[in-house]
């Protein structure tokens, strides 16, 4: 019996032993995490309210990080993970939220300083490692007033280029976080004749071609893979497409665009456009401008979008816009031989962050395919970020109207351009 007692006492003093040693540090166990999965947001001058990079300044947040990422709201991702892998993905492993679980229920220790990863790089202010090759400012310094609400507003400049050129990557950054509600940056054609000082009205002019990026919280920049580009045309226009919210008091804002020139040959240009060309309610095909409101209280309000492909495409990446009632996004395709696949479904939308889910390998959809988006909206008192369940929702631009917008990245695989970047020209 002694012998037992002291055999149980010396396995339990062992695994005790054993534990500590284990126990997660900072800078072993915790820094490569966050510099892989948060520093790209929690960094100073990005969208985060707090960098994450040193001990210093992570171990006040220590609870709070524990919470956000054992709640999975943290990063902030939405897309079911049955469906398509995405190469944005930062959701962290069951493993490396134990990880920050053990660490935080420890005391969130230190460790040993020779443990620190290096530094993440990033370029101060963009959020690529490397600058931009060319930075487009709007015009001007826009003033936004206090208060009230304003339409959208729209500034041009005028592309800079003699030839077409492919950018492989894009970022639009706000000037002024606390205004931008968001921002979206169209390639624009525009009659010679216009005054140039007509472009600096905030008015709207001449026709969209296409829209080269779209900025909102989480959302914002894009590199697209080797040999897949965006173009720009010389001769046609930036148009900055500004949504401004008042914030009380008077407030300026100069956003800027930072562009990254294709290094490599381009074999494919990358279409950015809406996956619902045609619009259905209740089997029944209906006209964008005829939309019926979204009645008052409704819970789960159905949308459909089908967009038929006729050639063989391959799609890059998919990103659902609703305003505060969208409720969900699923895209699926219908194959021409029958079966049904899931390319995306984001069952608990979440205004607050529009993200862009890039494919891991890009789904190529062969001629004769149909995308069908399906959306539902709770326009009732359930959803705590509907501002007025008792009224209708009208159809519009405002946060408070509504949208179906599901944005679609793809290229026609026929159309192999074989385009010299402009680096080696
Ligand atoms: C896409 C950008 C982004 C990424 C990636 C991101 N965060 Fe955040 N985080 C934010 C923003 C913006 C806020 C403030 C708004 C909010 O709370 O939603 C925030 C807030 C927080 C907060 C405070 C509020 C809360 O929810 O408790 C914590 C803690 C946090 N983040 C931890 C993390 C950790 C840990 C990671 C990585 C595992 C991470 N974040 C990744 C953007 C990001």
Redesign the pocket.
Known sequence: MKFLLATIIWTAALCTAADTSAKPTFTKDIAP??YE??A???RSGD????P?LTYEQVRP?SA??K???AQR????WFADPHYGKFRND?R?TETQIAT?TDWVNAGSPKGDDKDMPPLPSFTEGWSFNRPPDLIIEMPLEVKVQAKGVLDLQNYYVKVPFTEETFVEAVELRPGNRRVVHHSIVNIAEIPEALEPKALLTGEKHGRILWKLIGQA??KGAESHLPGVAKRIMPGTYFEFNMHYTPTGKEETDRTKMGIWFSKEKIHHEVITTLAASEIYREGKQIARADLPNIPANADNWPIVGIMRVPDDITIYSLSPHMHFRGKDMQYSVKYPDGRDEVLLNVPKYNY?WQLNYEFATPPKIPAGSVITVRAHYDNSPNNPKNPTPDQEVVWGQQSWNEMFVPWIEYSVDKNNLLATPRAAR
């Not at 709201?73 to 902030?76: A, E, F, H, K, S």
């Open positions: 995490i966050l999965r948060c790209h947001c929690h969208i985060a309210p707090m994450l947040w709070a990080i919470q956000s990422v709201r943290m990063p902030p930062r962290l920050v919280p989480g607050e």
